[in-house]
C-alpha cells in the first residue's frame, strides 16, 4: 500500500467545459469579457492505494482533464474494487477558477456548493463533477434507425428516425449535435436536447461512410469516392476532395492532418487548413476499412485481414498485425491497447507497446461492425443484431443487449 497525493493543473478553454455542460442543461457565464479559459486544479490525498490504483495514478501525467477524470471516475464507484481489497479516493477539491487574456486568476471560491453552478467561480468536489458533468451517452445505428441509451444502464431514452437507409457513421459536433450519415446518401444533423431534425445535407451521390468533426467543420466520406468538407455553423458545403480512385471508407484527425482510406488500398493524408495533399501510405492489398491514431501513430485496418501501425512523423511503416482471418472493420485505442473487430466474428486486443496479441475475445454469430470503450468496459456491436458489454481488465462478458436489428455503429459521448 502507499501514499500519493495528486495535484494537478489544466487550462480548459470554455469551448472544451460548454459541451460538458449543454448536456445537462447548463451554461458557463457569459456576463464577463474574461471567461474564455479555466484553470482547474485536483488536489487529492489518496491513502492505501493498491499497487493497480497507484499504477493508475501516476499514468495520468500529462493526460489531459477529460482523461484524468475519466479514469479517476472508477474510484467513485461504491461497487467496485481496486486490485484485490476495496480502496477509496478521498478527493479534497477541485478548484476551478477565472482567468484572463494574460493568464491572470480572477475569480476564486473557497467552500465546494452543494449544487453545481456557476462552475467558474466555484470549488467542486470530483465525484460530483464526474457524476452531473461526465455522464456518457451511447448513440446506437441499428439498421436505418438511431438509438441514444443511457450508458452506464444500456435504458433506451430516445430513437431517431428520418434516415431511409442504412445509418453508417455517427458523430458529435458542439457538444449538443448529432450528425448521422447514411447509404441513403444523406447527412442529418440533430438536435441533442429536443431529438429534433435541425438540418439535412445532401451533395454525395453513394452511401456516406464515415463522420468526423473538426473545430466547426463535418468531414464526410463516400462510396462515391469523395470526401466533403461542410461549414457546422452555416451548413454550406465548403469543399470537395478528389483523390482517392475508390470508394472513401474510413476518415480519421490528428492535429491538422485529415486522413482517410480507401477502396483503392491507399491511405491519404491532408492538411487541414488547405486540404492539399501531404502523402500517400501504401502497403495495403485490400481496401482500407478502418483507421485509428494513437499519438503520432497512425493504424488502418483492412480487407486484407491486416492491421498496419505507421509513424505520421515520418510515414513509414512500423509493424504489420496479422491475426484476422476476414476484414477488419473497426479500430479503437484504449490507454496502452489496440481493439480490433473483424468480419471473422472476433474482436482482437494488442499491446501497442510490443504490438503483441493479448486476448480474442469470441461470443458474436455475425460480423463485428462496431467497438466504443467506456473506461473499463468495451462496448461491441454487430450484423447478428446483439450488443455484448466485456470487461477490459478480465476480458469476460459482462452482458447481452439484444437490439431489433443490425448494429452498424456505435457512439460513446
Known amino acids: 500500500m502507499s501514499t500519493v497525493t495528486l495535484e494537478k493543473v489544466w487550462k480548459v478553454p470554455d469551448s472544451k467545459l460548454q459541451p460538458i455542460l449543454s448536456r445537462k442543461g447548463h451554461e458557463l457565464s457569459s456576463n464577463s469579457a474574461v471567461n474564455k479559459t479555466r484553470v482547474i486544479q485536483i488536489y487529492a490525498d489518496s491513502r492505501q492505494l493498491t499497487d493497480q490504483a497507484l499504477t493508475t495514478y501516476r499514468s495520468l501525467e500529462g493526460k489531459s482533464f477529460e482523461e484524468t477524470v475519466s479514469n479517476l471516475s472508477r474510484y467513485f464507484n461504491p461497487e467496485s474494487s481496486i486490485g484485490t481489497t476495496q480502496s477509496k479516493t478521498n478527493i479534497e477539491k477541485i478548484s476551478v477558477k477565472k482567468i484572463d487574456d494574460q493568464n491572470r486568476i480572477v475569480g476564486n471560491s473557497e467552500h465546494p456548493p452543494k449544487r453545481l453552478l456557476n462552475l467558474h467561480l466555484k470549488e467542486i468536489n470530483l465525484a460530483g463533477l464526474i457524476g452531473k458533468y461526465l455522464e456518457k451517452y451511447l448513440y446506437i445505428a441499428v439498421d436505418k434507425n438511431i438509438e441514444i441509451r443511457n450508458a452506464k444502464t444500456f435504458e433506451l431514452i430516445q430513437t431517431l428516425k428520418g434516415h431511409t437507409s442504412y445509418v453508417l457513421s455517427l458523430a458529435i459536433a458542439n457538444g449538443n449535435q448529432l450528425i448521422s450519415g447514411s447509404a441513403d446518401t444523406s447527412i442529418k444533423v440533430w438536435d441533442l436536447k429536443t431529438y429534433e431534425l435541425i438540418q439535412t445535407l445532401k451533395g454525395h451521390t453513394d452511401w456516406v461512410s464515415s463522420l468526423v468533426v473538426s473545430d466547426s467543420r463535418l468531414i464526410s466520406s463516400s462510396y462515391d469516392n469523395t470526401i466533403k468538407v461542410w461549414d457546422l455553423k452555416t451548413f454550406e458545403l465548403i469543399q470537395t476532395l478528389e483523390g482517392h480512385t475508390g470508394s472513401v471508407k474510413s476518415l480519421a484527425v490528428n492535429d491538422d492532418q485529415l486522413i482517410s482510406g480507401s477502396y483503392d488500398t491507399s491511405v491519404k493524408i491532408c492538411d487541414l487548413k488547405t486540404f492539399e495533399l501531404i502523402q500517400t501510405l501504401k502497403g495495403h492489398t485490400g481496401y482500407v476499412s478502418s483507421l485509428a491514431v494513437s499519438g503520432s501513430r497512425l493504424i488502418s485496418g483492412s480487407s486484407d485481414k491486416t492491421i498496419k501501425v505507421w509513424d505520421l512523423k515520418t510515414f513509414e ?97
Request: a negative charge; hydrophobic letters at 40%; charged letters at 20%.
Open 317 to 413: 511503416l512500423i509493424q504489420t498485425l496479422k491475426g484476422h482471418t476476414w476484414t477488419v472493420n473497426f479500430l479503437v485505442i484504449s490507454s496502452s491497447q489496440l481493439i480490433s473487430g473483424s468480419n471473422d466474428k472476433t474482436i482482437k486486443v494488442w499491446d501497442l507497446e510490443t504490438f503483441e496479441l493479448i486476448r480474442t475475445l469470441e461470443g458474436h454469430t455475425g460480423y463485428v461492425t462496431s467497438l466504443a470503450v467506456n473506461n473499463s468496459q468495451l462496448i461491441s456491436g454487430s450484423d447478428d443484431k446483439i450488443i455484448k458489454i466485456w470487461d477490459l481488465r478480465t476480458f469476460k462478458l459482462i452482458r447481452n443487449i439484444d437490439m431489433d436489428s443490425y448494429v452498424l455503429f456505435l457512439l460513446l459521448n
